[in-house]
């Protein structure tokens, strides 16, 4: 565990897909809330470095990671979006911190090993931005991992925004990263709502790295 990483968890959302009231890091798996496994692989790797982004049912959803662990909250009060979330976020994290892990409330099997291994290829790379990837044999509704020639990563592109060529790409994006302290606070203030949902993703701030010549990694 170092001192000098923190992880950021998104857990403000309702997830409409669930067809149900309950703010969706809150259904149970195993018998315990998703966000409750999600939380214990964090504190693994950052002790109490942990920023939990709420919103939907903030007060249940503290509650069920303060069982856990002590960990620091940010309020989203609107759902404007993942990169709005971190945005959020921001103001949280602990001065020390110089790399931030962010993850989903809603992936409950990540194991401590795998952000382990993002994070040790994330700083032998000496990388600003690290994503972690996935190939799929059917990649239909994620979004699709853009890289060059040089399989540097250029751009994350969304289904509902992708080409006919950019869909047969079978990379997806996990929605988990590793990002230094200092390009993640200067790309957060570059992403703009422009795109089929009119919210600030968090996948824009790829393409922000390349445009200023960041080094933008992949671990699949």
Aim: hydrophobic share 40%; with cysteine.
């Amino acid at each position: 565990r170092t001192e000098k990483v923190g992880i950021i968890i998104l857990a403000a959302g309702l997830g409409t897909r669930m067809k149900s009231k309950q703010a969706k890091v809150l259904h149970k798996i195993m018998g315990k809330p998703m966000i409750s496994h999600v939380l214990e692989t964090a504190c693994q790797i950052a002790g109490e470095n942990i920023i939990v982004v709420v919103g939907h049912q903030a007060d249940l959803v503290k509650d069920t990671c303060l069982k856990i662990n002590p960990v620091s909250f940010a309020l989203q009060k609107e759902q404007r979006g993942t990169g709005h979330a971190v945005l959020c976020a921001m103001p949280e994290v602990p001065e020390k911190v110089e790399n931030i892990v962010i993850l989903c409330g809603d992936v409950p099997l990540l194991k401590a090993a795998t952000i382990q291994a993002l994070l040790a290829d994330h700083i032998k790379e000496n990388r600003d931005v690290s994503l972690l990837a996935v190939e799929l044999e059917d990649p239909t509704g994620y979004g699709r991992v853009v890289m060059n020639e040089d399989r540097e990563l250029t751009r994350i592109v969304e289904e509902a925004d992708a080409t006919a060529e950019e869909r047969s790409i079978s990379i997806v994006n996990s929605g988990i990263y590793c990002v230094t302290k200092t390009f993640l606070s200067t790309s957060l203030q570059k992403i703009t709502p422009d795109n089929a949902q009119g919210e600030l993703y968090l996948t824009d701030i790829i393409g922000v790295g390349y445009s200023m010549g960041k080094h933008i990694g992949v671990l699949v």
